[in-house]
C-alpha cells in the first residue's frame, strides 16, 4: 500500500518562508517524476513544480524564482523550498508522484495547507 505523507504547511507572513516535504512509502518500482500541486479556494488544482528521477525540474510561471522543488530518490521524498512567500500562494498543496514504465502507478496525498498572511 502506496502513503504519501506531506509536512510542512502552516501560516506565514508574506515575504516569508516554508518548506514541504513528502514522504513515499511502500514504493516498490521507482518513481518516475515527484511533483506538487496547489489548489486555492474556487479555483482549480494547478501545478506549482515537478522534477524528474534525473533532477530534471519545471515550474509554474507564478513561483519561478521563489520555490525550489529537489528529491531524495534513496528516501523517495520530494521537497519544496518556498521563499518570498506571497497571499496568492495560499492553498492546500498536495505531493503526486507517476510512474510511467512497467506497472505505471499515479498517488496524490492528502494535502497540507499554507496560509500566507498579508
Known amino acids: 500500500q502506496v502513503q504519501l505523507v506531506e509536512s510542512g504547511g502552516g501560516l506565514v507572513q508574506a515575504g516569508g518562508s516554508l518548506r514541504l516535504s513528502c514522504a513515499a512509502s511502500g514504493i516498490i518500482f521507482s518513481i518516475n517524476v515527484m511533483g506538487w500541486y496547489r489548489q486555492a479556494p474556487g479555483k482549480q488544482r494547478e501545478l506549482v513544480a515537478d522534477?524528474?528521477?534525473?533532477?530534471?525540474?519545471n515550474y509554474a510561471d507564478s513561483v519561478k524564482g521563489r520555490f525550489t522543488i529537489s528529491r531524495d530518490n534513496a528516501k523517495n521524498t520530494v521537497y519544496l523550498q518556498m521563499n518570498s512567500l506571497k497571499p496568492e500562494d495560499t492553498a492546500v498543496y498536495y505531493c503526486?508522484?507517476?510512474?510511467?514504465?512497467?506497472?505505471?502507478?499515479?498517488?496524490w496525498g492528502q494535502g497540507t495547507q499554507v496560509t500566507v498572511s498579508s
Open positions: 503526486r508522484v507517476i510512474r510511467r514504465e512497467w506497472v505505471p502507478y499515479d498517488y
Open positions: 522534477i524528474t528521477r534525473g533532477s530534471v525540474t
